[in-house]
């Protein structure tokens, strides 16, 4: 499978041995790992737990653009409004795929850009973590603050608006991983497991 051909969507197996590193950076061949999905499905956690096991760089989309603006996200959006934090978005994840391969975490939102999902396309393997709403609603609620879009009277029915509507398009992704309940480490192993089998997989062209 050469640098420029993307496998086939593909869910986890849960089961088997874990890849080596380097026989993982052979199939990946420079590209990057991304991770989508909902706020709270533990993308920032995995992906750095990916990139220590993978032995590459790790970014988070939305520390980079802290750093960018020198503000913190609720203030973007307080001062500037979401079309504007977007647009930084997109530049950010562009800068960040454009210098890999690393291993890059996206805020919920992010892929919902056409142009970021067309950078991703081809630049990146993308995987989207899955979580229902009892999951994301149990691990978001841990810290209310850093989350600007679920400040309105019922935060479960915006969560679930907002996986209603992001939903189809996380499953766009590469590759689906369900979110573990019982550890981050589980994960880790099903991401990576996932992960070789569709780079594995042979061209549909």
Do not use: C
Request: proline letters at 5%; glycine letters at 8%; zero cysteines.
């Amino acid at each position: 499978m050469n640098a420029n051909t993307k496998p086939d969507t593909v869910d986890q197996d849960t089961s088997g041995k874990v890849p080596d590193r380097k026989t993982l950076a052979s199939l990946l061949d420079g590209r990057s790992l991304v991770f989508v999905g909902m706020m709270g499905s533990g993308k920032t956690a995995i992906g750095k737990m990916v990139a220590s096991a993978l032995k590459v760089p790790y970014f988070d989309s939305d520390a980079e653009i802290v750093k960018a603006a020198n503000m913190e996200i609720p203030e973007i959006f307080e001062k500037h409004g979401e079309p504007y934090f977007r647009s930084g978005e997109e530049r950010v994840i562009e800068r960040l795929l454009r210098d890999g391969p690393a291993v890059i975490s996206l805020g919920g939102g992010a892929f919902m850009s056409g142009t970021t999902r067309r950078n991703i396309a081809e630049h990146a393997i993308s995987i989207w973590l899955k979580g229902d709403i009892e999951l994301l609603m149990g691990r978001v609620l841990k810290r209310p603050g850093t989350r600007p879009l679920l400040q309105t009277k019922d935060p479960r029915a915006t969560l679930a608006e907002l996986m209603k509507k992001r939903e189809p398009v996380y499953a766009l992704a590469d590759i689906h991983v369900e979110s573990s309940r019982e550890s981050k480490g589980r994960t880790r192993d099903a991401v990576l497991r996932a992960l070789e089998q569709a780079l594995q997989q042979p061209s549909s062209d």
